[in-house]
């Protein structure tokens, strides 16, 4: 079946580094994304990984590993506005996007 | 970047009326837009497929008949909320994909309409 894990809440400090990771068991494989989700706002893309390996952008980086079906997203120098819910999405076979159900981060100063 | 205008981002209304929301892409053509539903505290869920010149493909559980999706253009689709009841209420995102661009597999997202019914 299809299955997408994350933790629910994290906490982290300003201008520390924080890791979120994300398990998953779908119907075939196209792409991993990760978006990040303020409170009442749609998502916005962070990254997508289709290929092992890490991907960096920034603050933020990406790291996939196919075989083990485990992502994570790392965010650098936190910041206050980087509170916010992060989401795991794979997009199956069908380029349909299998959502978890989020990371909620809180940055404490 | 691609960019996904949805309109209205709030709407209020009472209970029995309908309610469209609009999803435009405004610099791509967009052969396929997905409409999501968030509740409060949950993740995302899609409702359906919309697909241009054809009929939406709706995932299991969600009503046809209640959730109206027409995908008349490229870069025009519509989600009606028909004798909304306050348990529609919720956030509906809707999003694309830039197939013609390079496609990555990127999804797009509109802003989001908040729907609260009365």
Known sequence: GQNIDQPTEMTATEGAIVQINCTYQTSGFNGLFWY????????TFLSYNVLDGLEEKGRFSSFLSRSKGYSYLLLKELQMKDSASYLCAVLESNY???WGAGT????KP | GAVVSQHPSRVICKSGTSVKIECRSLDFQA?????YRQ???QSL???ATSNEGSKATYEQGVEKDKFLINHASLTLSTLTVTSAHPED???YICSARDLAGGDTGELFFGEGSRLTVL
Request: hydrophobic share 50%; proline share 7%.
């Open chain 1, 96 to 98: 349909q996007l299998i």
């Open chain 1, 104 to 107: 909620k981060l809180i940055i």
């Open chain 2, 31 to 35: 052969t396929t837009m997905f409409w």
């Open chain 2, 89 to 91: 209420s919720s956030f």
């Open chain 1, 36 to 43: 990040q989700q303020h409170a009442g706002e749609a998502p």
């Open chain 2, 39 to 41: 509740f409060p505290k």
């Open chain 2, 45 to 47: 869920m899609l409702m």
